[in-house]
């Protein structure tokens, strides 16, 4: 267990819904990222937090958004939900510069209809 | 042309067997290169993690960076059934400054692995 926890395990969505899925980081850890992984592929980086401010962003559309609170739990919001949204996302939490140590969480498993 | 590619496999092996497992990058800034493991329905965990060229041994697993190829390997010793799952390897450039890919890491498309009583 890396003490990284993501909430909820599982969501269903219809199309044009907005979601939040939330991630709990390492006691001790200030930096955030996060990660979709679509069926049969690795992790695909979407914008990683440190300390609270948004620190590097991946190919992805400005309707993927986030926050980084003071305790260093994040969320990640999506916005006018696409079929193709659907996948496994990933939090993974790490002490500032630390590339080699990110600590995933279990992930939430996201459906949209 | 993905930045990393990695063979799906899948990758059927006996217990005991020696296990390689590699992927190829086409970008030179990557400097840190590690092994995840990721069992079905799992988050990926760290397996291994090595900066630069070189090689790192833990335990029945050890991993290979060849710089000059662009070409890394992991290899399992004494393979096991407890091992069958997901391999990715992800990469990672050194952070100039905020906003740069600091932090980002790369990964391929992940190898299955099952090894068989």
């Known amino acids: 267990e890396t003490g990284v926890t993501q909430s909820p395990t599982h969501l269903i969505k219809t199309r044009g819904q907005q979601v939040t899925l939330r991630c709990s980081s390492q006691?001790?850890?200030?930096?955030v990222s996060w990660y979709q992984q679509a069926l049969g592929q690795g992790p695909q980086f979407i914008f990683q937090y440190y300390r609270e401010e948004e620190n590097g962003r991946g190919n992805f559309p400005p309707r993927f958004s986030g926050l980084q609170f003071p305790n260093y739990s994040s969320e990640l919001n999506v916005n006018a939900l696409e079929l193709d949204d659907s996948a496994l996302y990933l939090c993974a939490s790490s002490l500032g510069a630390r590339q080699d140590t990110q600590y995933f969480g279990p992930g939430t498993r996201l459906t949209v209809l | 042309q993905k930045e990393v590619e990695q063979d799906p496999g899948p990758l059927s092996v006996p217990e005991g067997a020696i296990v390689s497992l590699n992927c190829t990058y086409s970008n030179s800034a990557f400097q840190y290169f590690m092994w995840y493991r990721q069992y079905s329905r799992k988050g990926p965990e760290l397996l291994m993690y090595t900066y630069s060229s070189g090689n790192k041994e833990d335990g029945r697993f050890t991993a290979q960076v060849d710089k000059s190829s662009k070409y890394i390997s992991l290899f399992i010793r004494d393979s096991q059934p407890s091992d069958s799952a997901t391999y990715l390897c992800?990469?990672?450039?050194?952070?100039?400054?905020?906003?740069?890919?600091?932090?980002?890491?790369?990964f391929g498309q992940g190898t299955i692995l099952t090894v068989h009583p």
């Open positions: 992800a990469m990672s450039a050194k952070g100039i400054r905020i906003g740069t890919s600091y932090g980002k890491l790369t």
């Open positions: 006691s001790g850890h200030n930096t």
